[in-house]
């Protein structure tokens, strides 16, 4: 977002036209598509706590709802553009379609900085954000959740609001709430054991049996966390993580040969999932430097931290030997290492594929909210592998028959679906 000259919208729509190219999309899908169908632009004045009136910006995009209510997240930043809210709500139109659950894409977001904001102000924007898009939104419209900066309290006061003003109780409005106030049990690890169940199909299909496999993940928050976790369990190794250090401003990857200890790492690690180096050290990890992940001599690459690491610079750095990359982060990839990649035939699980754990597991919340009836964990984490499974084979399936890339593959079929729901509601 800090980067001007980067538009993710113009890039969001270049992805849309190669695939609409592929597809041979009419023209009026194509118009149809490239462009959100609706954006809500809208000032929010809250009152300070010194005293003084400011004014904050808000918006609303929803991208596409052809195919169910839109859904996605709300991000509270001080750099946010309505191309990025724009571009992140045509991505999410594309990843509820990929794994085929009912729903659309949506993003909104606040031009502001919560860390300069009282709890009280924050209150107050999060309330002013739905008091100006109530109309637009709800359990059957356009359902929000928490994305960069915005938390299950913020979900929560939002949802308040929602409820005094349409006069009844629709958890169903939102997602993202803490587990027993609408909440879903299995979302902390959604997203991450979703990259390891369409990993273990990957593997699967290509004849190769996890129990031979090392792996190295970049970054070790929320998704990272989970994967490691779900990857040991079906008997993977995972030689290094990674993380951001926030004294020294820089990354650093923690490297054990013969497996990290999960448990072990988990303990010396902060909520920010940052580690401690000097307590890894005295553990026996090697300390080396944050791009030192994608070196490693692996047969896996898990890119779970940030968008844009395998780049036009790094993506010679991967090893001979690794044979498949599986994409936990948004966008770690660039087009120009995807030519690289195609070119040593690296298996690549596209990241609104590989990540989309997260989307489904907040589907089942407002699922579950909409029934006022709750899974237990085993049951939410059953139905989650068995759509990203499901999502995968079709993908792969659909990659081999017509011998494409991968993420062209889930490109097409998620593009199509979309496309195919607007015809058949008469829209084009
Ligand atoms: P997080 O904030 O919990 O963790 C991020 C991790 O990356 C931390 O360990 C941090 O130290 C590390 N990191 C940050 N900068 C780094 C750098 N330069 N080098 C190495 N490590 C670095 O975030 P998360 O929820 O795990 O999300 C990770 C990625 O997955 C993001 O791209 C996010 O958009 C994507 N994603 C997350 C979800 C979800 O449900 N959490 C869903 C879909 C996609």
């Known amino acids: ?33 490239r462009n959100p169908l609706r954006e809500y632009h809208f000032l929010i004045p809250v009152k300070m706590d010194d005293g003084t009136t400011k004014i904050f910006q808000g918006f609303r995009v929803q991208h596409n709802d052809a195919r169910g209510p839109c859904k996605g997240g709300i991000r509270f ?23 085929d659950i009912p729903l659309g894409g949506g993003k909104g977001g606040i031009i502001c900085d919560p860390h300069h904001l009282s709890a009280r102000e924050q209150e107050q924007l999060c309330r002013g954000w739905v008091r100006q898009v109530v109309r637009n939104v709800g359990p059957v419209a356009d359902v929000p959740a928490p994305d960069v900066m915005t938390n299950a309290q913020h979900m929560l006061w939002m949802l308040d609001e929602y409820e005094k003003i349409t006069g009844g109780k629709y958890p169903g409005f939102i997602t993202g709430k803490p587990v027993g106030m ?62 951001w250090d926030q004294k020294d401003q820089r990354s650093y ?11 072990q790492l988990l303990s010396i690690t902060d909520k920010f999932g940052g580690i401690d180096k000097q307590k890894a050290a005295e553990l026996g990890y090697q ?54 990649i195609k ?9 609104f594929l590989c990540n989309a754990g997260g989307v489904t597991c907040s589907y ?7 029934m006022n009836y709750f899974w237990t964990k085993e ?33 097409m079929i998620a593009v199509s679906r979309v496309a195919e729901a607007c015809r058949m509601r008469g829209w084009v």
């Open 77 to 99: 930043h001080p750099q946010e553009t309505i191309d990025t809210v724009k571009a992140l709500a045509t991505w999410m139109t594309w990843k509820c379609a990929v794994v």
């Open 1 to 33: 977002m800090a980067d001007k000259s980067f538009n993710p919208f113009k890039m969001a729509q270049q992805q849309f036209d190669g695939v609409a190219d592929l597809l041979n999309l009419d023209q009026a899908t194509r118009d149809l598509l």
């Open 364 to 370: 089942f919340e407002q699922v579950q909210c909409n």
């Open 379 to 411: 049951e939410v984490l059953s139905k989650l592998d068995n759509i990203m499974t499901n999502a995968f084979h079709g993908v792969y399936n659909l990659a081999k028959q017509k011998n494409v890339y991968m993420r062209d593959a889930a490109y």
């Open 182 to 243: 609408g909440g879903s049990l299995g979302r902390t690890e959604a997203t991450g054991y979703g990259v390891i169940y369409t990993l273990r199909e990957a593997l699967k299909v290509m004849g190769v049996n996890i129990k031979d496999t090392t792996a190295a993940f970049q970054g070790f928050g929320n998704v990272s966390q989970y994967a490691v976790e779900l990857y040991q369990q079906y008997g993977g190794k995972a030689i290094c993580v990674s993380c």
């Open 343 to 351: 070119k040593r035939g690296i298996f690549v699980i596209p990241d």
């Open 253 to 263: 990857t923690f490297i054990r040969k013969e497996g990290i200890d999960l448990k």
């Open 287 to 340: 300390v080396a430097s944050g791009d030192a992940w994608i070196e490693q001599d692996v047969d896996i690459l898990v890119p779970a931290a940030l968008e844009n690491q395998i780049n036009a610079e790094t993506v010679h750095k991967i090893a001979g030997r690794v044979k498949f990359i599986a994409e936990g982060a948004n966008g770690p990839t660039t087009p120009e290492a995807d030519t690289e």
